[in-house]
Every structure is written in C-alpha cells, then in structure tokens.
C-alpha cells in the first residue's frame, strides 16, 4: 500500500505550524463527537476508539495496510460513537515519543536520562489521559528522509508512534 498523506489540511499538513505544547488537545477520556472534528480540521485523521482504551471501534484504518478516513467517515463516526474515545492515526511524518511514567513505568526516568545527554525535546503537541505531568505521546514532524522508517524503543518505558 502507498504511504498515506502528510494531513488532509490543517496545520500539520503546513511545515512550521506547530504551536506551543497543549495547544491542539488533550486527549482524555471523553466523547469522539466532541474532539473529532477539531483533529480532522488541524489534520489528523480521528477514529472511535472503545471508552477508556486505544482498541478502536472501526476497522482497517490503522497500521501498514489501513485506509485513510475522510470526511465521511469521520461524519458518520460522530453520530454513531460519538461517546467513544478519541483516537488518531498520525499523518505520514510524524511519529509520537510515547512516554510511559506511571504505575512504577519508568518512562519519566528514562526520559530525563536522554534529555540531560542529548538535550530537551523542543516544545509540541501532547496527548494524554494522564494527569502527572510527563505521560503522554509528544508529537514531531520528521524530516523527509526518515518518513516510513521503522524506529526502536529509546528505553525502558518510552515508544515510539508512527502512521502505521
């Protein structure tokens, strides 16, 4: 399958658009019908996922061979789960540093580790349903080059996200 697209419009389809973190959303535990059309306007492309889960409701628009949502989908989904979660599949370019901090996850420890060598991450989206401050996947643009690459661990309690 073709790689899908860097967003739909919006602003992660624009390079350099990116704001200040929390700007987009905080993704927490709450209705589809009210996140779903504010994503798909910034660029993202929003699915139902079940209610206090990543799994999503629909199927065949995650991974390597899903298909992109458009806007009917993500129409139709608001009016049939909207009481779902809120999930998205990332446009191709970005990935997401999904740091895992809580229930003795050492993803915060981890985190501090690699900025003291290399540096603080810069400042981005973050989604989370966490409330302690460092849980949550941290959303970058990449560069040309390294879209659709596949990208290992960094360490214990820290993953990283891709469109696939």
């Known amino acids: 399958m073709e790689a899908g697209p860097l967003g739909h419009g919006g602003n992660l ?12 959303m905080v993704a927490q535990s709450g209705p589809y019908r009210e996140g779903a059309r504010a994503a798909w306007q910034a660029g993202w492309f929003p699915f139902p996922a079940k209610r206090r889960d990543k799994l999503p409701i629909v199927a065949g ?38 740091v895992d901090a809580y229930d003795g996850k050492a993803g915060g420890e981890t985190l501090d580790a690699l900025e003291a060598e290399f ?33 290992a661990s960094p360490g214990p309690g820290i993953d990283i996200v891709t469109w696939y």
């Open 13 to 24: 389809a624009v390079p350099g658009r990116l704001r200040e973190r929390h700007d987009l």
């Open 61 to 98: 628009f995650t991974g390597r061979e899903g298909k992109w949502c458009d806007a009917d989908d993500v129409s139709r989904w608001m009016k049939a789960h909207g009481d779902a979660n809120l999930a998205v599949r990332m446009p191709l370019g970005v990935i997401g540093i999904d």
């Open 119 to 151: 540096g603080e991450l810069p400042a981005t989206y973050l989604s989370t349903s966490r409330l302690d401050g460092v849980s949550g996947i941290r959303f970058y643009r990449l560069p040309p080059a390294y879209r659709g690459a596949s990208f």
